[in-house]
Structure formats: C-alpha cells, structure tokens
C-alpha cells in the first residue's frame, strides 16, 4: 500500500523558486524547461517500452524531487539532467571530486580495444535513472539492456537506431543509470512507495457516482498526464492533484457535479479545499502559457480559474448530474455497465514538430457485476 505523502517532499511555491538549480543561477523558467524536457524523456522511453502511465508517473515525481536536493548546473558541479560533460581543465576541480563513472569488468575490456573512450564525454542521464527505478518500485521490471536501448533510441531520435550491447554508447548509458540509481536512493532517502493520483481519481469518481461518463474521465485523465510535466506533485499531495482533475474536467466541458445527498458542494465530499483546486489548474494554466516544449495545442488557453468558477462546477439540482444524463456511456438504470465500455481509452501527444509521439493507454474502470441475471 502506498504511503502518504511525506511532508519533506512538499513544498510552497518559494521553496520550489528556491531549488538548486535556480540558486545556482538558471532563471525559474530556464529550470522548469529543463524539468519538463527530462519528464517528457521518461515519457518517450516509457512509450518504447510500452510500460503503464502510472510507472511514468512515478518516475516523473523521482526526477522532480531529485531536483529539489541536486542542482542541473554543470559549472557548480551538479548533474544536468541529460548530459555532463568533461570540464576544459579537470584539475580545477575540488579535492575528491570523482568526475570518471566507475566502468565495469566488460566496459575495461572495452576500452582497451578503443583508445577513443580515454577522454569521453559522460552522460548523466537521470531522466534514464528515474525510469529505471520507477520499473522496480512499481514491479513493472525490464531488462536493463531494454532499458538502456530504449534511452539510447530517445536521445538520438531515432527508433529505428541499433544499439550493439557491447558499443560504447550502450555502455555510457547503462554505466551513468547504474551509478545513479545509487545516488538517486540517497537523495530520496530511498522514499520510494508513492501515492497515484491516478488511482485516487478513479475512487473518488467512484464516490461522486460519475466514473462511467468517459468524456470527464478522460480529461480527468490527461490533466494527470499534463501534471507530471510540472512542479505540482511538489507543491500539493496527490489527492488534491485528483480533485484538481476532476473540477478541470467539468469546467472544460462546461458541465456540473452534483452536490452530496446533504446539499454540500462535490469537492467537499471528497476533502478537497477551493483554493488547492484552483491553483492546481493555475498550475497548468501557468506552465502552458511559457509552452517549454513548444506544442501547438494549449487546452489550458482559457482556464483561468477562481472560486466563483469552481462554484459553478456544482449541480444543485436533484438527481444526477447533466453529464451522466446526457452521455452515452452513462450506466443502465439497473447499475450495469454499459457494453460498448472500450477496454481502454488511447490518449495521443504530439511532439513539437507535429508528430505523434505514441498513445498511453488509460486503464478502464473496474467491472461491476451486474445484479439482473438477464445480462
């Protein structure tokens, strides 16, 4: 069972302005395009190797963290998020500063066939390290060949590359994620089970008695893929993120949510505060509007968001919300559910040239047995 979100891994907005990085000298902006460019790495790699979005996430959340103990500037000896490479003068480096990976047996053997790997440039790819960890804490384990030829492909943008397990660019990589891995464990001070706003999601659309109408769920859905490219799992617990989703989700497709039996407002039902809501979505809103890596979409233009807004997300009226009644996919009036229900809903993204970069499955609600024998 995951564990709750500990408080050292939450942040206030200052506290994430006041980051390594940025203390180092990268502007605010400069630091969150260098977080969004390693989460949407993970991604592409994740794709590849065609693991669950909750693995992804998960791997997204280590590398935020990670960057709130190690800063992305090379200059002051910490470690970029992609590569490092050799400084112009190693001996102005401090005392027992260790810049060469430490090389394995079949690595040695290498190198003594190639006298080109004595002065290489060393990639630190924690982006890499992140999803490698991830597979193990969410047992969704791969190889650590596939692994490493997976991010080998992503870097070079190149699917279709070849990857020789005894070339050089293969041994630079599995070498940097296997050092990494370590230090990794140490900064998160091997704090490694998480909470899934994924999984929350659908229990508390289970609990509003709205987790058959597709059309939310989805949106829901891809307001959590969007999230991992931000700071917000720094800033509020994954609870929030889900009912930031959710309120997302009505106000994009301009619907509402029915209050409780006892006339409360939807959010209240599920422990939510108005102003984690809002600033959930403002996160997003904020983060698209500087667009790091230059989508053309932006679903996000005209959200601008505020109590009043939230409030309008409420369905006063008695009975179901509009959404149930009016979609599809809504559940029979005898709780079964509805045949046609897809296995699984595709979310697509596109890169920043236009192109497709891959379709992560969302997982279908859990089955519920139907109590009329008929069916």
């Known amino acids: 069972m995951a564990a709750e979100e500990s408080s050292q891994w939450l942040f206030t907005e200052d506290e994430v302005l006041s980051a390594p990085s940025i203390i180092d000298g990268l502007s605010p902006a400069e630091e969150r395009c260098r977080r969004a460019k390693g989460v949407n790495f993970i991604i592409q790699a994740g794709i590849m190797l065609k693991l669950p979005q909750l693995t992804l996430a998960t791997a997204a959340v280590f590398f935020q963290r990670f960057y709130m103990r190690k800063s992305m500037v090379p200059e002051k000896l910490g470690v970029h998020h992609y590569v490092r490479s050799m400084p112009s003068n190693p001996s102005s480096l401090p005392p027992h500063t260790s810049w060469n990976l430490p090389r394995s047996k079949s690595h040695g053997n290498l190198k003594v066939k190639d006298d080109s790997l004595t002065f290489i440039s060393l990639e630190q790819n924690i982006a890499a390290t992140a999803l490698f960890l991830a597979t193990k804490t969410e047992e969704n384990c791969r190889k650590t060949k596939e692994i490493v030829i997976a991010v080998a492909k992503v870097a070079q943008k190149n699917a279709s590359l070849i990857i020789d397990d005894q070339s050089k660019e293969y041994w630079r990589w599995r070498d940097s994620i296997l050092l990494y891995e370590e230090v990794m464990l140490e900064l998160l001070t091997f704090d490694v089970v998480l909470q899934s706003p994924y999984t929350i999601l659908y229990d508390q659309l289970q609990k509003l008695g709205i987790e058959y109408i597709k059309p939310l769920r989805n949106v829901a859905w891809a307001f959590l893929n969007d999230s991992s490219l931000t700071t917000l799992c720094l800033l509020m617990p994954a609870k929030d993120i889900a009912i930031g989703a959710i309120y997302f989700a009505a106000k994009f497709l301009n619907d509402t949510i029915p209050d409780d039996e006892n006339g409360n407002p939807w959010w209240e039902l599920l422990g939510g ?103």
């Open 273 to 375: 505060e108005p102003d984690k809501i809002v600033r959930a979505v403002g996160v997003l809103a904020e983060f698209w509007s500087d667009n790091p890596l230059k989508r053309t979409e932006n679903p996000y233009g005209e959200a601008a968001s505020s109590g009043d807004d939230l409030d309008r997300t409420r369905g006063r009226s008695e009975g179901a919300s509009s959404m149930a009644l009016s979609s599809p996919d809504a559940p029979s009036m005898n709780g079964a559910e509805p045949k046609n229900e897809q296995a699984s809903t595709p979310i697509k993204r596109k890169n920043e040239n236009g192109e497709e970069e891959g379709v992560v499955e969302e997982p279908a609600p859990k089955r519920q047995k139907s109590e009329d024998p008929s069916q």
